[in-house]
């Protein structure tokens, strides 16, 4: 063996040696804090209640009785149930919302709409919100879906927005009335409702009266219509001055008073009343909404079956993707034969709804509150109101004839025996409204301390199958304080982003609270602990190891060199 070998052999060794032994025979120990992410987790309630029976089944309600099925369901689960008063109606009736939750937790979870009951005649849309109340408490405990709804979100009711005209109809019969009871004097005498419609003939219905122009061809033209009625003030004129002032759905600041969706006669029934929030009922809406904010949420109306979304000035959906989703989904579970009246199937039609509803729920809770899919949910139309029984010829002579019709009462109402089957028919719309808030799932992986600054991988999940988060996921103190945030999550989506939580002070042995989500998307609770581990990095020793033989390999060949 030469020299020149001996030495390449040497330095090979020198060489193998220097990346393998460090490696196992100079382990440097290093400690290091991590943050472990606790979830603060709220069990289900224990269910001690029977299941609660409604007071008043199959019958239309007044505003006494929808009080006292509320406090009814109220003493049964207190746990549950927590009832508001958002304020008053014209006539000082109380306007109530109710929150059903898992009140053991103390945190905002992400909440959900239902609120029934602008127009007066669509009594049964309190009946629907009653029976929603009633099932969520009487499911709790015993499905796990709806029990997981009602732990993980706050559902909010309003069983009626315009409770004067819930009495008003209740004890005169006139269901005709849609609008708020504000007095108002229509025809400027001086006096207030004075000459409204009436039941001359004591049928029981207050005929409406449509005259119509015969054309060539059957191309008859609709002119004006008139009410059965007498002249109760002897002005001359009959029934020119109404009970019943504003439209509430029209009276909402978005768009508002602008036709043909609204009026600016008083005399219309889409009166959008004398300013946006004129009237004390739609006010208590707009400060009791401003409070929270709804990924979902429903109106409830009827006079035909419909999902009514969001559309802009040219008549298309204003979220026309979204919008389209949840038309498929609605067309999959939607009874058979509830579609009737407008054609689930016919798409082309539904997206062609013509114009904005101007002043209305839906365009406030959208533009205003950056609600998402705030649904006017149509919820009952019977076609036997426009039968020959309830709307038939009245007189005609040779230009014009007159139609007479019956039906208001059918048109908006289920006889009473279908109130409930009706409600049975459409749980899965009210289940979808409840599956779509957008609650978010997390989890924390990885993570390292330095100084007073704490990093991780944060993984969210959105579970609502179509409403994002809307707004950023925050991740702050229990106050309040931000400390971090990510992007809005997609709707069925996970996200993982990288977090830094700067804090102003570190103690790692006391554990720190946090709370991350959104008020669309409520907020999940975290506790922040550090573990200390300890580290073996033979890697960065044999690195320097390597580079300490290299050094003296160097050397000695400089020094051989000389
Ligand atoms: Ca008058
Ligand atoms: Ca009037
Ligand atoms: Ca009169
Ligand atoms: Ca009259
Ligand atoms: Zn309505």
């Known amino acids: 063996m030469n020299k020149q070998t ?19 025979l100079l382990p440097i120990e290093t400690k290091a804090l991590t943050p472990v992410f606790s979830a603060i987790e709220t069990p289900s309630i224990e269910r001690t209640w029977d299941d609660v029976s409604l007071l008043y089944p199959d019958q239309y309600l007044n505003n006494t009785m929808v009080i006292e099925e509320v406090d009814n369901i109220h003493t049964a689960a207190p746990d549950l149930i927590d009832v508001d008063i958002i304020g008053q109606s014209y006539e000082g009736r109380d306007i109530l919302s109710i929150r059903i939750t898992n009140e053991d937790a103390a945190r905002q979870k992400a909440k959900t709409l239902l609120v029934a009951h602008h127009h007066g005649r669509e009594m049964v849309t309190v009946n629907h919100a009653i029976f929603f ?33 819930l009495d008003y109809i209740f004890n005169n019969s006139d269901y005709w009335l849609r609008k708020n009871l504000r007095p108002y004097d229509d025809d400027g005498d001086g006096l207030f409702d004075e000459d409204t419609y009436d039941d001359e003939n004591g049928d029981g219905h207050i005929t409406q009266y449509e005259v119509w122009e015969k054309g060539s061809g059957g191309r008859n033209t609709y002119l004006y219509a008139y009410y059965e009625g007498i002249d109760d003030d002897g002005d001359g004129q009959v029934n020119e001055d109404w009970v019943g002032h504003t439209d509430l759905n029209r009276n909402y600041d978005a768009n508002w008073g602008i036709e043909p969706s609204a009026s600016l006669d008083s005399m219309s029934q889409a009166f959008a009343g004398t300013a946006p929030f004129s009237e004390p009922e739609t006010r208590a809406f ?10 979902m949420a429903y109106s409830l109306h009827t006079g035909t079956n419909a999902t009514f979304f969001v559309t802009g000035f040219s008549g298309n959906w204003i979220e026309g993707q979204l919008y389209s989703q949840m038309w498929n989904d609605y067309e999959e579970f939607l009874p058979e034969g509830f579609n009737y009246y407008l054609d689930y199937s016919a798409k082309e039609n539904a997206e062609a709804r013509p114009a904005i509803l101007s002043g209305g729920w839906d365009e406030y809770m959208y533009h205003e509150l950056d609600c998402l899919a705030p ?12 039968s020959e029984e309830l709307y038939y010829l009245h007189e005609e002579n040779s230009t014009h004839y007159i139609m007479a019709f019956n039906g208001i009462y059918e048109y908006f ?46 993984m969210t999940t959105c579970l609502s199958p179509r409403i994002e988060t809307v707004e950023a996921i925050k991740i702050q103190l229990d106050d309040g304080t931000l400390l971090d945030s990510t992007e809005p999550v997609d709707a069925d989506t996970t996200y993982n982003a990288p977090i830094t939580l700067q804090f102003t002070s570190l103690d790692v042995n006391a554990s720190i609270r946090i709370r991350v989500g959104n008020e669309f998307s ?22 320097v190891t390597i580079a300490i033989i290299a050094v003296v390999i160097v050397l000695v060949f400089v020094l051989k060199k000389r």
């Open 522 to 543: 409520g907020y999940a609770q975290f506790e922040i602990s550090f573990r200390e581990t300890t580290f073996i990095e033979p890697v960065l020793v044999g690195v």
């Open 375 to 386: 649904i006017t949910f149509e919820i009952y139309h019977n076609a036997s109101a426009e």
């Open 413 to 458: 109402s289920p006889d009473t025996d279908y109130i409930e089957d009706l409600w049975l028919e459409l749980i899965p719309a009210y289940e979808y409204l409840l599956e779509q808030t957008p609650r978010i799932s997390l989890s924390f992986s990885g993570g390292s301390v330095s100084g007073t600054s704490v990093s991780a991988t944060m």
């Open 133 to 165: 109340i009633q099932w969520l408490v009487n499911s709790y405990g015993e499905d796990t879906q709806l029990t997981e709804y009602v732990d993980t979100q706050e559902i909010y009711v309003i069983p009626t927005m315009n409770p004067d005209a």
């Open 286 to 295: 707009r400060d009791f909404a401003q409070d929270h904010r709804f990924g």
């Open 6 to 24: 001996m030495e390449r052999s040497l330095f090979l060794f020198l060489l193998i040696s220097s990346m393998v032994f460090p490696l196992f």
